[in-house]
């Protein structure tokens, strides 16, 4: 019979190690948190925010990875996760790309110097 | 029934080869009934960062315009109330996995107990949040047109607290329905639900539990820190 078993999840529900994870993990986002105060607080210029999103995913792979047992998990779940950051990550990169190559237009909203435009100035409206 | 003969009286009652009676019909096994409701709730998860993705998006849009105003605005929040609620949102799910982690060592009165102390911490950010919306109030840093705070001026710094209010405000519900499933969950494993059957409703919970501090990882540094 078929199935859609991943043979290499089978009995994960019984997998349990000990707590100790758990309690580093928490230990490392205070840390982490702290690092992010304290980073804010010492003004680093254009930095900032690139140290500030870094600490943040850091701490987001901490969650995800041992809170979220998702380093003991394979395949589709993984997947589903990484997909959607991935398009988060273009949907903004995508707003900014725009936002920071924008400039503006040197005569707008002014038709005369066109030739083909001044033609359909001139020509009488019917 | 054959299967029972083989049941060894100190393990759990379900952990043995009778495990997969617990599967609903339609599933070949009780591992594949795991796993499809594990990848239905990391789906989810998936659509709820895309949701907030949007506001993300528009506060991008917006710094990038007004970088001065937004830094200025963000100087006003209070950062020490920030941190605290950090701290107690990162501290709660680190006492939701740990009570998965009790429940799956079959220990009853250590789950409920985690469970309620994560209960307690989502309580005191939603007060913490709450004091913070009432001074914003009181002094009128609000969003959009209703803005009459004389102390932050410059283009666009409605817009820093538009963005304030909406992604704290959709986060805020987020908390306030982890903390109703946590409670649903507080229940069943101090009726000891968990030790009866396998069961998947306290794992899927606390994946939702942890989104909403993973959300929360980012509006911080975003909102209170720049």
Redesign the interface.
Same mark, same amino acid.
């Given at each position: 019979?078929t *199935?859609? =078993?991943?043979p290499k999840? $089978?009995?994960? +529900?019984?997998v349990?190690h000990s707590?100790l994870p758990?309690?580093v +993990?928490?230990l490392a986002?205070?840390a982490l *948190?702290g690092l *992010?105060?304290w980073s804010?607080r010492h003004h680093l210029g254009d930095f900032?925010?690139l140290v500030? !999103?870094s600490?943040?995913t850091a $701490? *987001?792979l901490v =969650? /995800?990875l041992? @809170?979220?047992h998702l380093r003991e998990?394979r395949g +589709?779940?993984r997947l589903? @996760?990484a997909?959607?950051?991935i @398009?988060?990550a273009i949907? /903004?990169c995508g707003?900014?790309a725009d !936002?920071?190559t924008r400039f503006p237009l040197a005569r707008p909203h002014d038709n005369t110097t066109v030739p083909h435009r001044a033609a359909e100035r001139a020509a009488p409206i019917p | 029934m054959e299967d029972s003969e083989i049941t060894t009286v100190d393990a759990p009652a379900y952990v043995d080869r009778t495990r997969n009676e617990f599967a609903a019909e339609h599933f070949e096994s009780l591992d594949q009934q795991i796993q499809a409701s594990r990848l239905g709730m990391w789906l989810f998860l998936g659509t709820e960062v895309l949701l907030f993705a949007g506001l993300f998006v528009a506060y991008a849009a917006y710094r990038h315009t007004y970088p001065q105003t937004f830094a200025d605005a963000s100087r006003h929040l209070d950062v020490s109330l920030g941190t605290i609620n950090t701290l107690a949102l990162i501290t709660s799910s680190f006492l939701v996995a740990m009570a998965l982690h009790a429940s799956r060592k079959q220990k009853r009165l250590q789950t409920t107990l985690y469970l309620v102390g994560t209960l307690l911490l989502a309580g005191l950010f939603l007060v913490i949040k709450g004091f913070e919306y009432a001074h914003k109030f009181h002094e009128g840093a609000l969003p959009g047109k209703f803005y009459h705070f004389e102390a932050v001026q410059g283009p666009g710094v409605n817009l820093f607290f538009t963005i304030y209010f909406l992604a704290t405000g959709l986060h805020g519900i987020h908390v306030l329905v982890g903390m109703g499933i946590l409670t649903w969950l507080t229940v069943r494993a101090a009726r000891g639900y968990f030790l009866r059957a396998p069961d998947t409703s306290l794992e899927l919970g606390a994946l939702y539990w942890h989104l909403v501090d993973v959300i929360w990882i980012f509006l911080f540094p975003l909102l209170y820190l720049i």
């Open positions: 019979m *199935t859609n =078993v991943n999840q $089978k009995h994960d +529900a019984h349990e707590a758990y309690v +993990a928490w986002l205070l *948190t *992010t105060y804010s900032g925010l500030a !999103l600490i943040a $701490k *987001t =969650v /995800i041992i @809170f979220m998990h +589709a779940v589903a @996760f997909i959607s950051s @398009f988060v949907l /903004i707003v900014l !936002l920071s | -």
